[in-house]
Each structure stands twice: as structure tokens, then as C-alpha cells.
């Protein structure tokens, strides 16, 4: 079989990966393969874009000369890359491998080392976006990794990142995944920092409309109360980054620190946070869903009854109401 740069695979066909492969079938690329332990994702997928499912990993790699992952962990990362069973390496001379994965940059190291014995090459594409970028081909992509493997696979990335202006190669290997691991320590601590913010103020008896207009206009204007700040407020946790993904990236920038001896207490206790949301089975949320920790009356009792009033018919309104 000849394969061509346009060939690619998809290993972990999530609502990420699914709507990455969806808008590159739009712009130009075939998509020859898919994989998934979910296999009803990926045959549903498969059925949409005329892909073959593949029953095993290495199955992918003969079938496409590009193949982007999109994992959920650092476990699952290193295991399509080293399972003695079944894996990625076992027809993949002269394949490239695209890594979009958040997880540690010791894995993307590994991983890269992995590939190279088995003469495949590795690149990581770090996301800094969401499921609406990724279906319209407008993700933030930091890459690592080697120049040349960059180049070689541009064309792909660029069709992800608006064109390519919203792509950046950082550096080597592990460095996109360290500046990935900032990006969203950050973010983390402004959404935690936000729902306490939002929760004393209601606490206090103020317009909540208000608060956020005045947020937005002065120095607790952030990103994230243009994407949460609403959802807090009005309990819409609808989920695009779940409390549990938050939880498992914010303890990589403190892995990190701790080898540069460094003390982070405000990203500790942002972790501590996002842990407590998952022990309390609110996980799946959406990270805005660390509100119900927050605001005074709330937590996982209280949303539950409000999810069972919210499929009950709505009571007729009068009119002029």
C-alpha cells in the first residue's frame, strides 16, 4: 500500500479527537484509520468519513502515515507506544506521530525515544483550546520536538490552527508540554479564584451581572470569566474541560516545580480544590462546576434536584411576565 502525507490515522476518537479528524476530512485529508477503546465512537466515526476501524494499534500504523493521538493520561499515552501486545511501533518505520495529549513532558520524552528506536518520528501538539476549535479548525497548538518533523507535518497542523496563525513551535521535546502545563496551572487558579469571587458576592448580596461587567473592566478580567463566569453563575456545567482533567493537569506544573525546588502554594491549593470536586462525584462537570464547592447553598445534593426540576415540563408563564 503507498501512502501519502493526506493519509492519517486518529487513535482516541473523544469529542477532541472526533472533531479533529472530522475537519480535516473537510480540508483535504483522508482519513484512512481510527481507533478507539470505545469501539461504537470509533465505528460511528469510521462510518462518517469512510475510515477503517481498526481492531489494533499497530493495524493504524500500516494504514496511514500520519497519526495523531489524542489520549486521556500519561498511562494511556505510554501504553499505545510500549504495550507488548499491541501498539503503535510495531509497523511504523518511517510513520510521524502527532501527540495532543496533555500530559507530562518526561512522557513526551519517552515517547519520542520510543519512536525513534523504532524508526518513526514523534512530535507533540499541545492544545490550548476546546471541542468548538477543534470542529472549526482554530486550536492553539504549541508543538515540541524537532524541526524538521515540524516541517514535515506543517501542512496537518496548520489546517488545525487557523491556517497556521495560531501555531507556534516552542521548542525541543518536553518543552510544549511544560509551557502547556503553565498555560493551564493558570487557568486553573483563575477559575477557582474566579468561583470564590462569584460566591462572596452573591454571599454579599450583589448583582451578579454587575460584579462580572466590573470584573471584566478592571484587574480581574481573565479569559476564563469570558468562557465560565455566566456558567458559575447561572449553574451550567455543561462540559467542554471536566473538573477531573483539571485535577490531573494541575498536579503536572507541581511535579515540575518540585524539581526546580520551587514552592507554588496558590497551584497547590487550586489542586487540592479540583480533587475535592472530584471526590465529591463532580468530575464529569465542566471545570466551571468548581462553583458548586464554592457558593453558599450549593454542592452535588442541591444540583441534583436542580437537574430533576430542569426535565420537568416548564409551568405556563402569564402573559406580560
Known amino acids: 500500500m503507498r501512502l501519502t502525507s493526506k493519509d492519517l490515522g486518529f487513535v482516541g476518537v473523544g469529542r477532541m479527537g472526533a472533531n479533529m479528524a472530522r475537519h480535516l476530512s473537510e480540508t483535504g ?3 484512512t484509520a481510527v481507533f478507539d477503546p470505545n469501539a461504537d465512537a470509533a465505528q460511528a466515526l469510521a462510518g462518517e468519513l469512510g475510515a477503517r476501524v481498526c481492531t489494533s494499534l499497530a493495524e493504524v500504523s500500516r494504514l496511514a502515515q500520519t497519526i495523531l493521538t489524542v489520549v486521556t493520561d500519561d498511562k494511556a499515552q505510554l501504553q499505545i507506544f510500549s504495550n507488548r501486545k499491541d501498539n503503535l511501533l510495531k509497523a511504523a518505520q518511517g510513520r510521524t506521530f502527532i501527540n495532543c495529549a496533555t500530559v507530562a513532558p518526561a512522557t513526551h520524552e519517552k515517547v519520542a525515544k520510543l519512536c525513534e528506536s523504532a524508526g518513526a518520528a514523534s512530535l507533540e501538539a499541545c492544545m490550548a483550546s476546546s471541542i468548538t476549535q477543534a470542529r472549526t479548525g482554530t486550536l492553539y497548538l504549541m508543538c515540541g520536538g524537532e524541526k524538521r518533523v515540524f516541517l514535515k507535518v506543517r501542512p496537518v497542523l496548520e489546517a488545525l490552527s487557523d491556517h497556521g496563525k495560531l501555531l507556534r513551535l516552542i521548542g525541543g521535546t518536553g518543552r510544549a508540554a511544560q509551557v502547556k502545563a503553565l498555560v493551564n496551572m493558570v487557568m486553573n487558579i483563575n477559575t477557582a479564584g474566579l468561583a470564590e469571587g462569584l460566591a462572596l458576592g452573591e454571599a ?21 470569566l469570558v468562557t465560565d463566569g455566566e456558567d458559575m453563575v447561572n449553574r451550567d456545567h455543561s462540559c467542554f474541560f471536566s473538573g477531573a482533567h483539571a485535577a490531573k493537569d494541575s498536579a503536572i506544573p507541581l511535579t515540575l516545580a518540585k524539581t526546580q525546588k520551587l514552592r507554588l502554594p496558590l497551584a497547590e491549593a487550586t489542586l487540592a480544590q479540583f480533587q475535592r470536586m472530584v471526590a465529591a462525584g463532580l468530575g464529569a462537570l465542566d471545570k466551571s462546576g468548581i462553583a458548586e464547592l464554592t457558593f453558599r447553598g450549593r454542592g452535588p445534593a442541591t444540583l441534583k434536584t436542580k437537574r430533576k426540576a430542569a426535565t420537568r415540563p416548564a409551568p405556563a408563564r402569564s402573559k406580560g411576565r
Open 29 to 31: 485529508f483522508r482519513i
Open 204 to 224: 454579599l448580596g450583589l448583582d451578579l451581572t454587575m460584579l462580572r461587567e466590573v470584573f471584566s473592566q478592571t484587574g480581574a478580567a481573565s479569559r476564563v
